[in-house]
């Protein structure tokens, strides 16, 4: 039996996947299973046909459509020479760390030939999410959509929409990115861009040998869509318009806000945003690019290309003589490094914060940390010859620590067995050991350095982070995610943090609520959140080259004294390394 899938989300020329579910009632709603194969496809774009790791022969992945409450169990099994694990981006994973997904922090990857059943209940979430693989930079096909509807009978905080529309943004390689990723790390220069950015799979006509890919959107006149919007992209934060059309922000990352309109989105990658799309009351006689390119700060290479959708009207039948006479309208998007656009249109995003959708930000403060985030060098081995500035590595790093992963158990597995001694050390810095000018002059040493240190919370222990960005190779936006748990952002600002004067205006009233934020180009952001869910959490920039070098990082939150404040036990399926 197919996934009961909502008719709004029937989609003109988009076809609907089916898995295998079978149904059983659970508490408060549905256990639903899932069946993904980790398969080599053969995937053919811009004229090129490639051999590439998918699940179940798809690119994009299959959808996952479920409601709030449900208990989802997806066996996993892996068809291919790559070790695979697969995140759940943004889903709380309360007490379920096991099924959080990121390699050797919460498991050890899937070898080939296993299978791995991930078993978790999505609990007061509701919305726009994704999944993907979390390992290497495999999730450049490995990802897909996640849907989460409301409870039945509760309805959404705004108009209910015509229809429903995934629309997920990804990056196309000719090269496998693999090797791109696998040369970059051992020539310690940055990595070769994308061939194109995509739409739902697609990269769309603006590009050579393309035409033929291209995703068309559909509608008919006076109706209201709602566009789920997903940034599954590796490397790059995208602005997003429909020509002559306004879009209405509605959600992000799964978390109601504020209504408000807006010709332009910016959108980074892990984050989604829901908008509403009213079309033109009568049949425009025109066609329209939806089209998508990068914001890019940074000083290092990106695909500066576009994609682009179409979305088309259904003509009335007396218009259909006159087809050929059909207009083309594009968008007119910010400059690829518009800051200020940036920062506006994050500025407008707030919570509810109503009595049914309330903004529980913590008010007080147990921890407060002060975060460098950004790019730095590593020394090059002496038998080496390396690509990055001056003969250097390029390395990324929070606080001065380049994260690095263990490679024979996960962070979490030693943990639970209390066999950490030789893993991690219990000591991440709660502020940066030597502090600088961090958005001025660059200080002479550039080094960072290398370690597996956990930050170590008490359960329900509130927490503050500012999250600085630096200016050592160029300061640049860093888009970053928390697993585990949901983030307020309370403030944000350019320049250096002021201990005495920003917090003064922090937003404690509405602040928006999300998993993944953007740390300011030459700026600052202010997080707070509860530490209410035992388990190891990974926290790292989601553009995948910054990861890579190392922009990353865990908390350990401990167990509480009550039973259900206790991190569940593992379950007996959990790969080994």
């Known amino acids: 039996m197919g996934v009961p899938i909502p008719q709004s989300f029937a989609m003109p020329g988009m076809l609907l996947f089916s898995l295998f579910i ?7 709603g549905i256990t639903r299973h899932y069946h993904f194969d980790i398969m080599y496809q053969n995937v053919s774009r811009l004229c090129h046909t490639k051999h590439r790791v998918t699940v179940n022969g798809q690119f994009p992945g299959p959808r996952i459509v479920a409601r709030e409450g449900d208990r989802l169990l997806i066996k996993v099994v892996n068809h291919v020479q790559n070790n695979i694990s697969i995140h759940w981006h943004g889903i709380r994973q ?8 990121p390699a050797y922090v919460t498991q050890c990857p899937i070898q080939t030939g296993q299978s791995y059943v991930y078993n978790y209940t999505i609990v007061g979430q509701r919305g726009t999410l994704f999944w993907h693989a979390h390992i290497s930079w495999l999730r450049s096909t490995v990802y897909g959509a996640i849907i989460i509807l409301p409870k039945h009978g509760a309805p959404y905080p705004f108009s209910k929409p015509y229809k429903e529309v995934p629309i997920i943004f990804g990056e196309w390689w000719n090269a496998d990115t693999e ?17 194109a ?57 799964a978390i109601y806000v504020k209504p408000f309109e807006t010709e332009t989105i910016l959108i980074a990658p892990g984050q989604t945003t829901n908008v509403l799309l009213k079309t033109k009351s009568h049949y425009p006689n025109a066609t329209f690019f939806m089209n998508a390119r990068p914001y890019a700060t940074g000083q290092g290479t ?41 920062t506006n249109f994050s500025n407008r995003l707030r919570s509810l914060a109503t009595s049914q959708f309330p903004a529980n930000v913590p008010h007080k403060v147990d921890r407060r940390l002060f975060f460098t985030i950004g790019l730095g060098t590593s020394p090059c081995q002496s038998n080496q010859t390396c690509q990055g500035p001056n003969g250097t590595r390029f390395a990324a790093s929070v606080n001065n620590v380049s994260f690095n992963l263990p490679t024979t158990t996960s962070l979490l597995q030693s943990h639970y067995s209390g066999q950490s001694n030789g893993v991690y050390s219990p000591n991440f810095p709660i502020s940066p050991l030597i502090p600088f000018n961090y958005t001025g002059t660059p200080p002479n040493n550039t080094m960072v350095s290398n370690g597996t240190k956990l930050m170590v919370l008490p359960f329900n222990t509130s927490v503050e982070v500012v999250m600085q960005d630096t200016s050592i190779l160029g300061a640049e936006s860093h888009p ?3 697993h585990g748990f949901n983030l307020f952002v309370v403030g944000q600002g350019f320049g250096n943090f002021d201990a005495n004067k920003d917090p003064a205006k922090y937003n404690l009233v509405d602040p928006i609520e999300r998993n993944t934020v ?21 926290m790292h920039c989601h553009l995948e080259v910054h990861t890579s070098w190392g922009l990353k990082m865990a908390w350990l939150v401990l167990d509480g004294k009550l039973p259900h404040q206790k991190l569940l036990p593992p379950p007996a399926d959990l790969p080994k390394c």
């Open 22 to 28: 079978f149904p059983q009632f659970a508490v408060g």
């Open 94 to 101: 309360l007490r379920s760390g096991w099924a959080d997904g």
């Open 179 to 195: 090797a791109v990723i696998t040369q970059a790390l051992q020539s310690g220069g940055g990595p070769n861009v994308s061939d």
């Open 197 to 253: 950015y995509t739409m739902n799979g697609l990269p769309g006509p603006l590009y050579n040998c393309s035409a033929k890919d291209t995703f068309k959107l559909k509608v008919k006149p006076g109706k209201t869509y709602l566009l789920r919007l997903i940034n599954a992209a590796l490397n790059d934060e995208l602005f997003f318009s429909i020509a002559n059309h306004t879009l209405t922000v509605v959600e992000v990352d």
């Open 302 to 342: 990106f695909d500066n290309s576009t994609v682009a959708g179409i979305l088309e009207y259904e003509a009335p039948p007396h218009f259909l003589h006159s087809m050929n006479k059909i207009s083309l309208y594009k968008p007119i998007l910010p400059a690829l490094n518009d800051t200020a656009f940036a």
């Open 480 to 482: 970053l995610h928390l």
């Open 518 to 538: 953007g740390v300011p180009s030459g700026g600052w952001v202010a997080i707070r959140f509860l530490a209410d869910n035992p388990g190891v959490w990974f």
